[in-house]
T-cell receptor, first 116, second 112 residues
Framework: ETGVTQTPRHLVMGMTNKKSLKCEQH?????MYWYKQSAKKPLELMFV???????ENNSVPSRFSPECPNSSHLFLHLHTLQPEDSALYLC???????????????FGPGTRLTVL | SQELEQSPQSLIVQEGKNLTINCTSS?????LYWYKQKYGEGLIFLMM???GGEEKSHEKITAKLDEKKQQSSLHITASQPSHAGIYLC????????????WGLGTSLAVNP
């Protein structure tokens, strides 16, 4: 496997379900990101992890819970979501985050989430 | 209004035609990133521009950064159906702690 992978690619869940999204990067990067992409809105940064430490939580509701056990893996745990949470969730990685220059980010294919 | 404006919102061109997409920031830029996205898929990195006047090319796609205007243009020469998709710009702006802000994207269709 190369690049950034995400599973599942599609997920349909009810508002009372608990599910998790998984992201794995094979690029040796130290920073990982979760983004939400909704129609007619810019990409919304949700969380940033740098060397496994969360460095950014962009006022994301607590029904979204990230986990970064190591620099290669990132999870997004979902519980009691709302229909407006339906979107494409993208994971990305970069060599680091912050620093003198923002690094280019490499994206996974995304998980299309539908909340019923 | 958006901090990062892209224009046009959508574009339909005939194969072989040239086209330009613009990305304008309301804030001072450290750097500007261009990505391409196929519908419902992840973003593919195209180019990063950091210096005023910088120009980069990738196959038939050229991007320039006009630092004075806080603007970047993406130009596709002799478009092909494979160029179809959504082009997104991301900007590293002053005062945002190296977090990128994003445009809404330009949807490009190329008719054979």
């Amino acid at each position: 496997e190369t690049g950034v992978t995400q599973t599942p690619r599609h997920l349909v869940m009810g508002m009372t379900n608990k599910k998790s999204l998984k992201c794995e990067q094979h690029l040796g990067h130290n920073a990982m990101y979760w983004y939400k992409q909704s129609a007619k809105k810019p990409l919304e940064l949700m969380f940033v992890y740098n060397f496994k430490e969360q460095t950014e939580n962009n006022s994301v509701p607590s029904r979204f819970s990230p986990e970064c056990p190591n620099s290669s893996h990132l999870f997004l745990h979902l519980h009691t979501l709302q229909p407006e949470d339906s979107a494409l969730y993208l994971c990305a990685s970069s060599p680091t985050s912050g620093g003198v220059v923002a690094n280019e980010q490499f994206f996974g294919p995304g998980t299309r989430l539908t909340v019923l | 209004s958006q901090e990062l404006e892209q224009s046009p919102q959508s574009l339909i061109v005939q194969e072989g035609k040239n086209l330009t997409i613009n990305c304008t920031s309301s804030k001072t830029l450290y750097g500007l990133y261009w990505y391409k996205q196929k519908y419902g898929e992840g973003l593919i990195f195209l180019m990063m521009l950091q210096k005023g006047g910088e120009e980069k090319s990738h196959e038939k796609i050229t991007a320039k950064l006009d630092e004075k205007k806080q603007q970047s243009s993406l130009h596709i020469t002799a478009s092909q159906p494979s160029h179809a998709g959504i082009y997104l710009c991301g900007a590293d702006i002053v005062g945002n702690n190296r977090k990128l802000i994003w445009g809404l994207g330009t949807s490009l269709a190329v008719n054979p």
